[in-house]
């Protein structure tokens, strides 16, 4: 995952465009990860994970336009936060078809990255572990599962399709496909309850 790519101007009908697609993305995320999930309507309208995340997009377009937006960035995440009790830094940066499931008590801290088509449950912490303005917050590759309660701490990477178990306490490097279970998280053989 590499930081955000220079800004280029977008014509406002193409910016409407990309953002109703990557909307109709995040709903058909949630329907395919939620067995309760009986309608795109229902979620848009009733799932505070998907407003999270559409608050975040929104917050997190602000905050790369530069200095000058970051208060505004920061109190339009700190609504959303008020609103669905998620809090995603806007400085964060999260892929495409992300779904937050059930959603209260989920913080993503300014350096995390997400990548593409990420479950993550309720509680999950992408935090960090020391102070100062550089990397300190995890990576977490595509297709991840984060079971519900689990802390990623520090500048770890969690690689592709890898699973981390509900509650489990993440500190190191975990590679491609692992599941990790545990206090402190231990590799694991088979599947994962989340």
């Known amino acids: 995952m590499s930081k955000n790519p220079p800004r280029r101007p977008v014509h406002p009908g193409g910016l409407l465009r ?5 909307m109709g993305e995040d709903l058909s995320a949630a329907m ?13 309208l009733m799932y505070p994970g998907v407003h999270a995340i559409w608050a975040y997009r929104v917050a997190h377009a602000m905050w790369v336009r530069g200095p000058a937006w970051h208060p505004w960035a920061r109190l339009l995440s700190q609504i959303a936060r008020f609103l669905t009790g998620i809090e995603i830094h806007p400085g964060a940066t999260i892929g495409r078809r992300f779904f937050i499931d059930h959603g209260m008590g989920v913080v993503i801290g300014e350096t995390a990255e997400v ?25 977490v590759g595509n297709r991840v ?13 969690v690689g592709d399709d890898a699973k981390i178990g509900a509650n489990a306490l993440v500190v190191d490097d ?21």
């Open 18 to 22: 990309r953002a109703r697609q990557r």
């Open 32 to 44: 395919r990860e939620d067995p309760a999930a009986t309608s795109k309507v229902l979620v848009a």
């Open 115 to 139: 990548g593409d088509d990420v479950l993550m449950y309720h509680q999950v912490t992408l935090g960090g572990r020391s102070r100062g303005r550089f990397k300190r917050h995890p990576t």
């Open 145 to 157: 599962l984060l079971g519900a309660g689990a802390k990623l701490i520090g500048p770890i990477t």
């Open 174 to 194: 975990v590679a491609p496909g692992e599941t990790v279970v545990g206090i402190p998280g231990k590799r694991h053989i088979g599947d994962v309850i989340a």
